[in-house]
């Protein structure tokens, strides 16, 4: 044993570690989110603008209205019926149609919720998208107070940009 440690072994020189391998990062994700507005061509081109420079993948979600309280009772009257599931359904397809056209990669969604808000920023948060965009029909000043800005809410509740597009008031009475 003595004579082992009396030898030398040469000492490898190590230098520098190899470089960690780099992986890319993820491809972008925008979120295009509607509490029941259909979306016009000014929300789906501010849509293309936030996606086309990295050619993000784009969700279009639409949450249809439960309403009530949560403390009252179920009531089936209160959740929304088959034909407000259909044209949920036909707003969220025709977006996607059209953005599959311009050559996205394109997936849809359709939530109920009481607060819509709330819903599109869990979304958000859970899959990690980079921006929200969302059709912010014209409503009287006092609509505003009582229901609340839909895009300071969802930016409240998830610090993700939302991106708040001008639309036309709809012509049907009880709708944004």
Not at 99 to 106: A, I, M, S, T
Not at 138 to 156: H, K, T
């Amino acid at each position: 044993m003595a004579a082992a440690a009396e030898r030398k072994l040469p000492r490898k020189l190590r230098g520098a570690a190899p470089a960690a391998p780099r992986f890319p990062d993820p491809p972008r994700r925008v979120l295009l989110a509607s509490t029941g507005v259909p979306f016009t061509r000014e929300v789906i081109a501010r849509t293309v603008e936030l996606a086309a420079p990295e050619h993000a993948k784009i969700t279009v979600l639409s949450i249809a209205r439960v309403y009530g309280t949560s403390l009252g009772f179920p009531h089936p009257g209160l959740k929304p019926n088959r034909i407000e599931l259909e044209q949920q359904k036909k707003i969220v397809h025709d977006a996607a149609k059209i953005l599959r056209r311009k050559g996205f990669e394109v997936r849809v969604g359709l939530s109920k919720a009481r607060n819509a808000p709330k819903m599109i920023a869990k979304w958000a948060s859970a899959r990690r998208f980079h921006a929200i965009v969302v059709p912010d029909p014209e409503r009287p000043s006092w609509r505003r107070v009582v229901e609340g800005d839909l895009a300071n809410e969802i930016q409240r509740r998830c610090g993700i940009p939302v991106h708040a597009v001008p639309v036309p008031r709809t012509g049907r009475p009880g709708l944004p």
